[in-house]
């Protein structure tokens, strides 16, 4: 079974960083797409930043310049350095994307993680 498994969040002051890590864990061959959303409380889920299979990445314009999408693909893992971090970024932040199983038709399985809170104070 494959999961993907958010870690990092927490308290911070504004102007502050916090690094965020999402693990993918199973019967796995490798990542895939993957990336970050977040969801305030009494808003919608918003894409954050995105990196694809060959590297590429992209940002919402919100984070451009702040944040850093990055990923380790021998530890199955994609990360979100953040700086710079403003009160407007609290949020719930979800990993998703799609990874490649270990299986003989090397199958795709596309999902989410759990969230982890991100709480930046003024």
């Known amino acids: 079974q494959v999961r993907l498994v958010e870690s990092g969040g927490g308290l911070v002051q504004a102007g502050g960083s916090l690094r965020l890590a999402c693990a993918a864990s199973?019967?796995?061959?490798?990542?895939?797409?993957m990336n970050w959303y977040r969801q305030a409380s009494g808003k919608q889920r918003e894409l954050v930043a995105g990196?694809?299979?060959?590297?590429?990445?992209n940002y919402a314009d919100s984070v451009k310049g702040r944040f850093t999408i990055s990923k380790d693909n021998a530890k199955n893992t994609v990360y979100l350095q953040m700086n710079s971090l403003q009160p407007e970024d609290t949020a719930v932040y979800y990993c998703?994307?799609?990874?490649?199983?270990?299986?003989?038709?090397?199958?795709?399985?596309?999902?989410w993680g759990q969230g982890t809170q991100v709480i930046v104070s003024s």
């Open positions: 998703n994307g799609d990874v490649i199983r270990l299986d003989p038709y090397g199958s795709t399985w596309s999902g």
């Open positions: 199973g019967s796995i061959f490798s990542i895939d797409d």
């Open positions: 990196i694809m299979r060959g590297g590429s990445t």
